[in-house]
């Protein structure tokens, strides 16, 4: 079966494409632009991987994360931030909740995205 | 004149231009990072092959991207210095090993030019009162520019030194050189002495600003200490002993 990622980021031009790239890649993807949808999707849809932004409407990146941890549903989903090159301390504060990685969206390409998804999959046993 | 010192309507200025500049910058950074994936997403075929010719200008086009990304975050940089947002923390840090850490990667480009890169210290490492990243950022900066500057076969030496109560880093290239009347407007952010360097090297005119700023912030400083047109020149970092 498909693996999941729910991919959480206001930028419909960037969910676009990763979408794209991840699907080809063979996962299942689910999208959210705003924090409130992403974190009723995260207990939704139950993904085995999300993709955070940070700058969020509705709710930021940070405090959503906070939301997940503090609900048993959505506590052990693995999360990788999505970052902008001036957000070290939302990042930093991201780790301290348990993120597993953060990837800078500027530094990114689709393929960057999805190679380092694939690899946290394997080395997690979901792959 | 320190901020306090200047007149109120100057400040405002000053504060205006800074709100100005880290609005753009976050502003362009986002379409800038959706250019450069949809472009990224034609170069990998994802969209359907294209011939050669268009994979050709969609990777001009991508590297032009590119630029302007790095050029948006170095304002960006520009912006938290000047606002006061870069925070510095002083650790004690062995200069000799993470300058030997730094050259290794430069060791690659270096190569490809058919450069030298060298470099002369004491047996002994020495150490200094800095903060980590600053001093990665302002050596792969100084070192990045030496680099571009120095033509094809020329040669790069880093000599690190104690002087007094400072570590010394000289940055020795075999570049164009700059006139001695410009050197002291190099540290001048988008300043007219480098343009012609820039658009030859396709620099982004606010590297060695940074530079000094982020040494001045470390109580060390950057300066320009040796150049001739034709012959080179030599960079000079200093910062404090721990």
Known sequence: MAKKILLIDDDVSLTEVYSQKLKAKGYEVVVSHDGLDGLQKAASEKPDLVLLDIRLPKLDGVMLFRKMNADQVTAKIPVILLTNVDEEDAVVECFKLGAIDYLIKSEMTPEKVSHKVAKFLSESGAE | ?242
Do not use: C
């Open chain 2, 1 to 242: 004149m320190f901020e306090k010192d200047k007149p109120q309507s100057e400040r405002n200025l000053e504060n205006e231009k800074q709100e100005f500049l880290a609005i753009i910058s976050h502003e362009l950074r986002t379409p800038l990072t959706d250019i450069k994936n949809y472009l990224s997403m034609i170069l990998e075929g994802e969209v359907g092959s294209v011939s050669d010719e268009v994979k050709e200008y969609v990777a001009q086009a991508y590297t032009a991207n590119d630029y302007l990304i790095n050029l948006v975050g170095r304002l960006s940089r520009v912006a938290k210095i000047r606002s006061g947002q870069i925070k510095i923390k002083l650790d004690r840090v062995n200069l000799s090993g993470e300058i030997k850490m730094i050259l290794n990667d430069f060791k690659v480009p270096a190569f490809d030019k058919g450069q030298s890169l060298k470099y002369v210290m004491p047996e002994k490492d020495i150490f200094v009162k800095a903060d980590y990243d600053s001093v990665w950022e302002i050596m792969i900066n100084l070192l990045s520019n030496a680099i571009k500057f120095t033509p094809k076969g020329g040669a790069i030496i880093v000599v690190l030194r104690e002087e007094s109560t400072k570590a010394i880093v000289d940055i020795k290239d075999n570049g164009p050189g700059i006139d001695i009347k410009d050197k002291g407007r190099v540290f001048e952010m988008f300043n007219k002495v480098v343009s012609d360097r820039i658009k030859e090297t396709k620099g982004s005119g606010i590297g060695l600003y940074l530079s000094r700023k982020l040494a001045q912030m470390q109580n060390g400083d950057l300066s320009l200490s040796y150049s001739e047109p034709r012959v080179g020149s030599v960079f000079t970092l200093s910062l404090p002993l721990d």
